[in-house]
């Protein structure tokens, strides 16, 4: 038997992800839920890889980030402790401390619908966590490589942490895709973004008189707090945007690999 290398991170709230999940790689396996996830790695192959670690909690960090843009709700995540465990059940632990952020909002309200024979054809729940599986599975895969969608979860993680600029960061993601994309034209084209889409998150973000938007020093008139439902707005506007600028990564990168079999 090898000696197996057990990281373990901590992260809030603990409920984040809502159901249990289990990644099984090549060279670790990893398990999350309750707050906590652990990868479990052959010491040969992680000794072998110094930079493991830390790509490991860059994954982490991924799959948080995609379940933030689902949530609204900020996150903290603590650097990874390591454990070697040996055949004979000794173990060595290793600590590293990292400063935490946290910011808590309110938990989605659920429901079931039920047809007219008692059975359920809509539960709110399991259909949240079937889509944050999803998405959380393609954040991690193309965060590293892809810079504008590294720039899109920058700029929501700064609108949840950052409340009172929180339009002036949403409007980035307008910003980053219409440079990924040449102008608005081709980026409504390409995402399916429409027009009116387009227009009302730069009505809120630009125009509107609000102390969370950009050109707060061109309002002549009396700034006024954004109202919930604006924002609520606001931000559904960003995710559609990114949601759909996944997709378009994910199609792109699956097209190449068929054209390239």
């Known amino acids: 038997m090898s000696i197996i290398v057990v990281l373990e991170w901590k992260f809030s709230p603990p409920n984040y992800f809502e159901a249990p999940i289990k990644i099984a790689r090549d060279d670790y396996t990893l398990t999350i839920a309750d707050g906590k996830a652990e990868a479990r790695i052959d010491s040969a192959i992680y000794d072998a890889n110094p930079t493991m670690r830390q790509s490991l909690h860059d994954a982490m960090n991924d799959r948080l980030l995609g379940v933030q843009l689902l949530s609204h709700r900020s996150y903290e995540l603590a650097r990874s402790t390591m454990t070697r465990v040996h055949p004979d059940g000794r173990k060595d632990v290793f600590l590293e401390v990292e400063p935490a952020r946290i910011v808590m909002t309110a938990h989605p309200v659920d429901f079931h619908v039920r047809d007219r024979n008692g059975n359920i054809v ?12 999803s998405l959380v599975d393609l954040v991690s895969i193309y965060r590293a490589s892809d810079g504008t969608l590294a720039s899109l979860l920058r700029s929501y993680d700064a609108a949840v942490r950052d409340p009172n600029n929180e339009l002036v960061h949403l409007y980035e993601i307008r910003e980053a895709l219409s440079v990924k994309f040449g102008g608005e034209e081709a980026l409504r084209s390409t995402l399916s973004i429409s027009s009116s889409q387009w ?7 630009n125009n509107a008189p609000l102390r969370q938007g950009r050109h707060r020093g061109k309002t002549s008139g009396v700034l006024r707090d954004a109202t919930e439902s604006e924002l609520t707005e606001a931000r559904g506007i960003a995710r559609t945007m990114t949601e759909a600028y996944l997709r378009y990564l994910d199609t792109s990168m699956r097209k190449v690999v068929d054209d390239d079999r």
């Open 199 to 205: 227009s009302r998150i730069g009505e809120l973000c």
């Open 122 to 133: 809509v539960d709110s729940k399991r259909d949240r966590i079937e889509k944050k599986r």
